[in-house]
């Protein structure tokens, strides 16, 4: 019961704290002039990330060049703005000396900003690491509580999804064994949480063939390799089953980027920037590129580079409810059944 209470309690609270201080900032009170000192580049993710959060009470006043020192402190004295926020780049460190110097007698909360641009993933602030403060740069999101409750719900999804899904599984599995020769289940290495090789598990939908070693050949339609029986799987992703075992070995996740061939990866590490960052977590059954059409063959580079866009998507705004929003699209997104092979 006190956990329970506690935890309504604190969650009523919050959600109660945020209206009032959003109905405060739209009648005026405890707003926040702010200056943005940098160039209009460096500063866009800044703005826009204002701009959207009408409830923090900032008002942008003004924008001044990094290189226009006498501007700062001209603006500075004449509006007196409440903070000031210095946008920087890896070359402009050079140029911060005399930007502090004309903000010498400001009374404003000075704060100095990374290029945003930089970063691929930068939405988990300052961390402390021995005593000493770094900015997290690349970091994966998984880490401290956040690994702890994406494992439950990992644990929990797949192990109540093969409970229900045991029937299915079986005749799947005899389906496959009566209708075509060879084994039931498909094996292949891919890269798993920090590029580490797994084994990934999969209904086979091809008849048994041998590729050159390292290549492997995407799927398309009309796929002579691929059965009648495991066409409908592909469409169906019942192919993708047996991956919930790989959830509960630990080497999964129930929402996550989808796990490339290794040759795919090595391929396409040297084509697109940040290709890595997709490993900084475990590989998904299901992923939010897959419910934004970017599932199955991506024959293409720029297929490629829209799925890793939108990996590294979830990277950055990774929350359990975006997971649990992605999990309840992921059906829909199967009933369409696009670019399935």
């Excluded at 005399?98 to 900003?113: C, D, E, F, G, H």
Aim: one cysteine or more; proline letters at 5%; a positive charge.
């Amino acid at each position: 019961m006190w956990l329970l209470t506690t935890m309504v309690t604190l969650c009523l609270g919050r959600v109660a704290v945020f209206f009032i201080m959003a109905h405060m900032r739209r009648a005026g009170y405890q707003h926040k002039r702010l200056l943005l000192v940098g160039d209009a580049g460096v500063l866009d993710t800044v703005r826009e990330r204002v701009k959207g959060a009408t409830w923090s009470g900032f008002d942008i006043v003004g924008e001044v060049a990094l290189s226009d020192v006498a501007a700062i402190a001209a603006f500075d004295a004449q509006h007196k703005p409440d903070e000031v926020w210095v946008g920087l780049r890896m070359v402009d460190h050079d140029a911060l000396d005399a930007v502090m110097q004309a903000l010498s007698q400001s009374v404003a909360n000075i704060r100095l900003l990374p290029d945003l641009h930089m970063y691929q993933i930068l939405n988990h602030g300052m961390s402390v690491t021995l005593g000493i403060p770094m900015v997290d740069a690349s970091v994966s999101p998984m880490h401290g509580s956040s690994r702890m409750i994406k494992a439950a719900l990992d644990y929990g999804v797949a192990s109540l999804m093969l409970l229900l899904l045991a029937p299915v599984l079986l005749l799947t599995a005899a389906a496959i064994k009566l209708t075509s020769p060879g084994p039931v289940f498909y094996k292949q290495k891919r890269n798993g949480w920090n590029g580490d090789e797994i084994w990934v598990y999969k209904f086979r939908t091809m008849v048994l063939h041998h590729e050159p070693e390292g290549c492997v050949t995407q799927a398309c339609p009309q796929d002579a390799r691929v059965t009648p029986m495991g066409r409908l799987l592909r469409k169906t992703s019942l192919d993708e089953l047996p991956q919930f075992i790989n959830v509960l070995q630990g080497r999964m996740s129930i929402v996550g980027p989808r796990p490339h061939a290794l040759s795919h990866n090595a391929a396409y590490q040297k084509l697109i920037p940040h290709y890595a960052l997709r490993h900084k977590v475990k590989p998904g059954i299901t992923g939010w590129a897959q419910i934004c059409g970017y599932r199955g063959r991506t024959e293409t580079l720029d297929k490629m580079e829209g799925r890793i866009k939108h990996d590294i998507y979830y990277l950055e705004h990774w929350s359990i409810w975006l997971d649990l929003k992605i999990i309840l699209l992921t059906p829909l997104a199967l009933i369409q059944g696009q670019n399935a092979y």
